[in-house]
């Protein structure tokens, strides 16, 4: 069962989605908040699986929660998918940077909430696709140099395929896509992720996009050619 907790300003928004997936038969909704220090002090008491964050909230908005809450040893296993009304909103890829493991606009489809849900759950990012690129892309060309220097330094320990898993990561591909490009097993792609995860001390892999960027690995656009399938004789 995925314990969620739900937090945004509008009991409305609230109701209706405690009431879209109480629908699933394994998904539950163990509370709601109405502002972001509930939402710290709910997650603390509740220990959901995964909380719903809408990012503009009155006082302790939402990436301040965010913030709290990935700092927080006690609460590793919790997931943040941030909810935005904006595609351009500044605060979303800040929000992935501090520890989100995605986010999706609230105009999306219920269906792909809950498939969302279900995936951050299972320790996957969760990039909105009419989203992520455009984003990371501006944001990412306004990063103070320091913190460059800091993603770069922080690709010295990994090895020249994780730093190559590390790119299709960055380019939104999944572990049977980068198996497929790579001509390995997803088993050894997903094993090559999972080690530059503890190498580089990211929660999941939304925070493998951010280092990707950040650091100059990954350029704005990039989407990696694939290879040239082997010809047969």
Do not use: C
């Amino acid at each position: 069962m995925i314990r969620v907790l739900l937090a945004d300003d509008q009991a409305l928004v609230r109701s209706g989605f405690t009431a879209l997936l109480g629908s699933q038969s394994d998904i539950e909704v163990v509370g709601g908040a109405e502002d972001g220090a509930e939402a710290v002090r709910l997650t603390r008491a509740l220990r959901p699986d995964v909380v719903l964050m809408d990012i503009r909230m009155p006082g302790h908005d939402g990436l301040a929660a965010t913030r709290e809450i990935v700092a927080d040893p006690q609460l590793t296993h919790v997931r943040i998918l941030v909810l935005t009304t904006f595609t351009d909103d500044a605060y979303v890829f800040e929000a992935i940077r501090s520890g989100a493991s995605g986010f999706l606009v609230k105009d999306n489809e219920p269906a792909d909430l809950i498939r969302a849900i279900r995936i951050v759950y299972g320790g996957e990012a969760l990039l909105s696709p009419r989203v992520t690129r455009t984003l990371i892309a501006e944001f990412v060309q306004k990063s103070r140099p320091e913190s460059t220097r800091h993603m770069a330094a922080l690709l010295d320990s990994l090895t020249e395929r994780e730093r190559e898993v590390l790119m299709h990561v960055a380019a939104g591909r999944t572990n049977d896509e980068i198996a497929e490009v790579l001509f390995v097993s997803p088993a050894t792609a997903k094993t090559h992720v999972s080690r530059a995860m503890t190498k580089i001390g990211a929660r999941d892999r939304a925070q493998l996009v951010v280092v990707a960027y950040e650091s100059g690995l990954v350029r704005p656009g990039w989407a990696g050619p694939l290879p040239q399938l082997p010809q047969r004789e």
